[in-house]
């Protein structure tokens, strides 16, 4: 057998140990920078597969390191270990045991997925040219992202690149998506207070409503995306927050809104930050009422590294096949996974986890997601392939 016959061998027998690990970390999760038991677990496993690692990187996270018996490159492998604050509505016998708290977004998966890699690279050090720096990163789901941190401690530094996955619902169990350039959006969090006076909703003459200039004002700033956004630019502003807690006959002295922006350019995203506060401050002074604003700047736009990203597709193709690698979309979620495609060649792949036959179809972040083990036998060993191939082709 060559090398990636062997890998997918040798994955499909550490697949029962890699669905045990993803079950206990599901049925035990933890929200973004409170993950000490999955740090603990995780260092647990490192330490039994003998390799040497760090604890307490950016608060909660863990940095490995599996130095190959052959020069090269340090490229970097990434999972994420954080879950939601949603209750499960699964009943399986690995669901979560903490009220509130789910692993709703595969972050379970991804930890055992790369915990099984590294299992498999161990047994193949003799083929890795360099070494394989291995990042469990704590808090993808909340500001400021644990990617973030790990940069700001230096966990990526000597990297030549990075490489993530990502389950995927949406892709049939077997499939592997992947995009080159520009891939999922940046988010930013919008938080409006439309301070006006209130009093007798029979008497509104003698009031400044805030409730019908905040409806102005929705309508209005859509303007920023349907006439001031180069329309080959895809940009969306949505507000999904909007209290006015009054009642029929009473109009309230403040409107609170929340909304999310997102786009896939960094110069526009900063311009329209500022078209926002101008046209929201322009109309709610304009109309008499008093303006609190806040913009909280979330995640960077993902963009995967075209030459890398190249390279990881051939390599994919390689593994499973041309004809189970799919294109994928523009995104308009986010993730964190770009500050680091901001700092250093990455690129941010999908596994596919769906199978209608079993009723496993239900999306990220909703409380009956799951995923079909299946696809960590793929996920393991091919994260082990693309780390062994591509630092093969690092190395020249």
């Known amino acids: 057998m060559n090398l990636a016959e062997t890998l997918r061998a040798e994955a499909r027998d550490l697949h029962p140990r890699v669905v045990a690990w993803r079950r206990h970390l599901h049925r035990h999760p933890e929200l973004a920078f409170e993950e000490h038991e999955t740090a603990a ?3 647990e496993r490192l330490t039994e597969l003998g390799i040497a690692h760090r604890t307490g990187v950016a608060r909660t996270g ?3 390191e599996i130095v190959g018996q052959r020069p090269g490159p340090t490229l970097a492998l990434r999972a994420d270990l954080d879950a939601l604050p949603i209750a499960e509505a699964n009943t399986h016998d690995y669901a979560s045991t903490r009220p509130g708290k789910m692993h709703a977004c595969g972050h379970d998966a991804h930890t055992a997925s790369l915990l099984g890699t590294a ?3 161990m047994q193949h050090r003799d083929h890795i040219c360099g070494t394989v720096r291995l990042i469990f990163q704590p808090s993808e789901e909340k500001l400021p992202g644990g990617a973030s941190v790990m940069l700001a401690e230096n966990a990526l530094e000597g990297t030549a690149a990075i490489v993530g996955q990502h389950v995927m619902p949406l892709l049939e169990v077997g499939r592997v998506g992947i995009r080159s350039g520009r891939y999922m959006a940046s988010a930013d969090e919008i938080y409006l207070d439309i301070i006006g006076r209130g009093g007798h909703a029979a008497q509104p003459h003698t009031l400044i ?7 102005q004002l929705i309508v209005a700033l859509q303007q920023l995306v349907s006439r001031r956004a180069d329309p080959r630019l895809p940009s969306v502003l949505s507000f999904g927050r909007v209290e006015a807690l009054g009642a029929t006959n009473v109009i309230p002295e403040r ?4 909304g ?7 110069s526009w995203r900063s311009r329209a930050h500022e078209a926002i506060r101008d046209m929201a401050r322009g109309i709610v002074e304009g109309m008499g ?3 609190e604003l806040e913009i909280r700047r979330g995640y960077p736009v993902l963009t995967n590294d075209e030459q890398l990203t190249a390279s990881v597709r051939a390599a994919i193709e390689a593994y499973v096949g041309p004809e189970n690698v799919v294109d994928l979309d523009l995104w308009m979620a986010s993730e964190d996974f770009a500050y680091y495609t901001q700092a250093l060649p990455g690129c941010f792949y999908r596994i596919g986890t769906r199978n209608e036959g079993r009723g496993i179809v239900h999306g990220l972040h909703t409380p009956q997601f799951d995923i079909d083990e299946e696809a960590l036998a793929l996920s393991t060993g091919l994260m082990a392939w693309l780390a062994l191939d591509g630092l093969a082709r690092q190395a020249g």
């Open 260 to 266: 999310t922006f997102r786009t896939f350019d960094e």
């Open 62 to 64: 863990v940095v490995g």
């Open 41 to 43: 677990f995780v260092s």
């Open 289 to 291: 009422a008093r303006l």
């Open 209 to 215: 409503d805030p409730v019908g200039i905040a409806a």
């Open 119 to 121: 299992a498999l690279l």
């Open 255 to 258: 409107v609170h809104l929340e």
